[in-house]
C-alpha cells in the first residue's frame, strides 16, 4: 500500500502540478453536467503520481446540495477501500458549483483539510466549463491555486 | 493493551506517514489519548479547543461508529481495529439552500416510526423536517426545550446563537445545561446535549451577540427563527431582521408566571411590531433576572416554539400566525388574541417606513447615555467600594434597601434597613432626621435609582449604590447568597 507518491505534497503542493488522466477529467465533466442544478462530488484515485480515476461518491449533505455537498464517513471509507484495491492512494477530492466560478468558496475553507487537494468544476446551465486544483495553506488562511495538467488540455 | 489505529491520508504527515500506529489503552478515549501523546501535531487536527473531537472527525471500531457505541467510553477487546475517518465537506458560495430532498436511512425509519404513522407527517413530511433549517436565538429558557424537541424530532439543521456562559442560575429551568457544565460555553454543553441525543442532526453554533450587523447574514438559509431572547431590544431585531427577508419567526416570551406566544413575519400574517409598535419605556419591564420566572414556564412556552416550527416547515397544521396565545402557569388558563397585520406597520405595512435594520438599543432605550438619563437626570451614585470604605471607618449612614421582603430573606447587606420601593412614598417618615447620609440599594441599581429620584422629589437627598447588592457580593462580600 504505500509506494505510490501522493500526486500532491503538502508543503510543495501549490508549486507542483497536479497531473490527471483524461478519463478523470470525463467523468468530473460527466458527474457535474448530471447532478446539475446540484453540486457533485467524489474522490480522485492516484497511482504512480497521477490521477487515474474521479470516485464518484454520493453527496449526503443536508444543508442543500445546491449548494453544499458532503462525502460522510461512509463515502470516504468507500472510496479509501477502492483506491487501496487499485494500488492507489487517496489525496484528493473533487466538487461542482453550480452557476458558479471553479475558485473555493469561504465555506470550502472553513471545512477543508490538511494535505488534500481539491478540485473544483464550475458548472453553468448545466454545462460543465473551468476546473481548477486548490491547496490549503498550512496556517488554514486560505487556499493557493495549483497547476492542473492532462494530456488534452489543461 | 496495544491497539491498531489506522491513520487517513490527510493526518499522515503528522505521523511520519504511517498508515496505522500502535497505541495502548482499554478504551477508545485512551487509545486516542496515547496516540496524540506519541504524536502531538495530530492533537489539533483531531480535537477542537474544547477537547472535543472535531465536527469532522469519525472514528470508528472495526466497522462502527463510536458515535453509535459508547463514544470514547467504547471498551476495546484485543485484536479491535480503530480507524480515524474524516468527513469531506464543502459547497459554492452563498447560503445553504432552501429546497432539499432528504432520503431516509432505514435507521432514521425506526427512530422516526411514531411520526412516520401519523399520516399527517408520514415518510414525506419526516423528509421535510430532515430538510429543515432552525436557527434558534438563544441557548436559554425558550431555547433549550425548543432545541432539545426539535433535535429529538430530526431536524436536519439547528442553528444556535449565544455569546454567554453556563450560570448556577440558569439551571433551574435552562436544561440543555447541567451542573457540570456551569462556567462552559452555553454552546458547547448545547452541542454536547444536542447531539447525544440524536447524532444525525447538524448543529451550528455561532457564539456572538446578535446584532443589525450580524442578523441578515447569519438568518440567512434559515426556514424558521426561534425567538427565545430574554429583551426588547433583540426582540425588535429578530423581528425586523425576519420580516426584511420573508422568514417566519416563532415567537415567545415569559416573564414570572406568564407567556406568550405567536408566528410573526409570514407573508401576509403580523410581525411583533403590530403587536406592539413601540417598546415599553426602559426599566418599566423588569427582566427574569429581576422578576423571577417559574421554572417549568418556558418549558411550556418553548416547546409551543418548537410546535409551531415543525408545522411551518411541514407546511401543514394551523400555526399560530394572527393569533396570540397567552398562558398563565399560575391560573393555569390559556387565552387567545386575535391579530392582524396593521396597513400601517413601520415594517410590514403597506408603506414600511423602516428598510433596513436600525440600532435597536437606542430604538429600546437602553443605549447607556438613555439608560442614565431615564433613571432620573442627574441620580448621585456611589460605588460598593466606596459603601464598604464607609463601614471599615464606621462613617455614620444610613443603608436603605428597597427590594420585596423575599429578596431580602435571601440575602441582605449588613445594617441596612428594607423598605420595598412601592411602599416607599408612604413610609418616609422611617428614615432619619437630616443630616445622616443615605445610600439606597436594589439588586442591581435599577429600583434603587428610581428610589433615588422619589427622595429627591419629597426634598431628601439619597445616592444609589450602583450595581446593587449583586455588585456588593462580587466585589465585597462573596460569602452572601446571590440570586
Known amino acids: ?78 472510496a479509501e477501500a477502492h483506491a487501496r484495491a487499485r494500488g492507489g492512494t487517496l489525496a484528493c477530492f473533487y466538487h461542482s458549483h453550480p452557476n458558479e466560478a471553479a475558485r473555493p468558496s469561504a465555506y470550502d475553507l472553513e471545512h477543508a483539510w490538511p494535505n488534500f487537494t481539491y478540485v473544483i468544476i464550475s458548472v453553468r446551465a448545466g454545462t460543465p466549463g473551468d476546473i481548477t486544483v486548490w491547496h490549503l495553506r498550512d496556517d488554514r488562511s486560505g487556499f493557493d491555486e495549483g497547476e492542473l495538467i492532462w494530456p488534452t488540455g489543461s | 493493551m496495544a491497539h491498531r489505529v489506522l491513520i487517513p491520508t490527510p493526518l499522515r504527515p ?22 496524540t501523546t506519541q504524536y502531538t501535531d495530530l492533537k489539533r487536527h483531531l480535537y477542537a479547543e474544547d477537547g472535543k473531537l472535531r465536527h469532522f472527525v469519525n472514528v470508528y471500531v472495526n466497522d462502527d461508529d463510536i458515535r453509535y457505541l459508547e463514544r470514547d467510553a467504547t471498551k476495546l477487546k484485543p485484536g479491535d481495529v ?16 432552501v429546497e432539499r430532498s432528504t432520503e431516509l436511512s432505514n435507521a432514521e425509519i425506526q427512530r ?105 447574514e447569519l438568518f440567512k438559509g434559515y426556514d424558521v427563527i426561534l425567538d427565545g431572547t430574554d429583551n426588547f431590544a433583540t426582540r425588535y431585531l429578530v423581528n425586523d431582521a425576519c420580516v426584511l427577508l420573508k422568514i417566519p419567526n416563532a415567537y415567545g416570551s415569559i416573564f414570572r408566571f406568564e407567556g406568550q406566544a405567536s408566528v410573526f413575519a409570514t407573508v401576509g400574517g403580523p410581525c411583533y411590531r403590530c403587536l406592539y409598535p413601540e417598546p415599553p419605556p426602559p426599566g418599566l419591564v423588569p427582566s427574569c433576572a429581576e422578576g423571577g420566572v417559574l421554572g417549568v414556564l418556558p418549558g411550556v412556552i418553548g416547546t409551543i416554539q418548537a410546535t409551531e416550527a415543525l408545522k411551518l416547515i411541514l407546511g401543514a ?40 435594520l436600525i440600532d435597536y438599543e437606542e430604538f429600546c432605550g437602553v443605549s447607556p447615555a438613555r439608560a442614565t438619563a431615564a433613571a432620573g437626570p442627574g441620580v ?56 445622616q447620609e443615605i445610600i439606597v440599594h436594589c439588586k442591581s441599581g435599577i429600583r434603587s435609582a428610581k428610589a433615588v429620584a422619589i427622595l429627591k422629589e419629597n426634598g431628601i ?20 447568597a446571590k440570586y
Not at chain 2, 14 to 35: C, H, K, P
Not at chain 2, 327 to 349: H, N, Q, S
Request: aromatic share 6%.
Open chain 2, 112 to 216: 422516526y416510526s411514531r411520526h412516520l404513522i401519523l399520516p399527517e407527517v408520514g415518510m414525506d413530511g419526516q423528509r421535510r423536517i430532515k430538510g429543515g433549517r432552525v436557527l434558534c436565538i438563544g441557548a436559554g429558557g425558550l431555547g433549550s426545550p425548543a432545541a432539545l424537541y426539535l433535535a429529538a424530532a430530526g431536524i436536519g439543521t439547528l442553528g444556535v446563537v449565544d455569546f454567554d456562559n453556563v450560570d448556577e442560575s440558569n439551571l433551574q429551568r435552562q436544561i440543555l445545561h447541567g451542573t457540570p457544565d456551569v462556567g462552559r460555553s452555553k454552546l458547547q454543553s448545547a452541542r454536547d446535549r444536542l447531539t447525544a441525543i440524536n447524532p444525525e442532526v447538524q448543529v451550528e453554533t455561532y457564539e456572538t451577540r446578535l446584532t443589525s450587523a450580524n442578523a441578515l
Open chain 2, 317 to 356: 397544521g394551523s400555526t399560530l400566525v394572527g393569533r396570540l396565545l397567552l398562558y398563565d402557569a399560575w391560573t393555569m388558563k390559556f387565552r387567545e388574541l386575535k391579530l392582524r397585520r396593521d396597513p400601517a406597520c413601520p415594517i410590514c405595512g403597506d408603506h414600511p417606513s423602516i428598510k433596513g
Open chain 1, 1 to 78: 500500500m504505500s509506494g505510490d507518491s501522493v500526486p500532491a505534497p503538502p508543503r510543495s503542493a501549490a508549486s507542483s502540478p497536479t497531473y490527471i488522466d483524461d478519463v478523470a477529467i470525463e467523468t468530473i465533466r460527466l458527474h457535474g453536467a448530471e447532478t446539475f442544478p446540484d453540486e457533485c462530488c467524489g474522490a480522485l484515485i492516484a497511482v504512480g503520481g497521477r490521477i487515474v480515476e474521479a470516485f464518484r461518491l454520493d453527496n449526503t449533505t443536508n444543508g442543500g446540495a445546491a449548494r453544499r455537498f458532503r462525502i460522510g464517513p461512509d463515502g470516504y471509507r468507500q
Open chain 2, 461 to 480: 437627598e439619597a445616592k444609589n449604590l450602583k450595581g446593587g447588592i449583586l455588585a456588593w457580593i462580587d466585589r465585597v462580600d462573596s460569602t452572601l
Open chain 2, 14 to 35: 503528522y505521523t511520519s506517514q504511517q498508515e496505522t500506529v500502535d497505541a495502548e489503552g482499554g478504551t477508545v478515549g485512551e487509545v486516542l489519548s496515547s496516540l
Open chain 2, 82 to 97: 480503530i480507524s480515524i475517518v474524516p468527513s469531506v465537506a464543502g459547497g459554492a458560495p452563498g447560503p445553504a439552500a
Open chain 2, 380 to 435: 448621585p451614585e456611589t460605588t460598593v467600594e466606596e459603601l464598604k470604605a464607609r463601614v471599615d471607618r464606621r462613617a455614620p449612614f444610613f443603608l436603605l434597601d428597597v427590594r420585596e421582603t423575599h429578596e431580602f430573606q435571601i440575602s441582605r447587606i449588613a445594617g441596612s434597613t428594607l423598605i420595598p420601593l412601592g411602599q416607599l412614598p408612604s413610609r418616609l417618615g422611617e428614615l432619619p432626621a437630616s443630616g
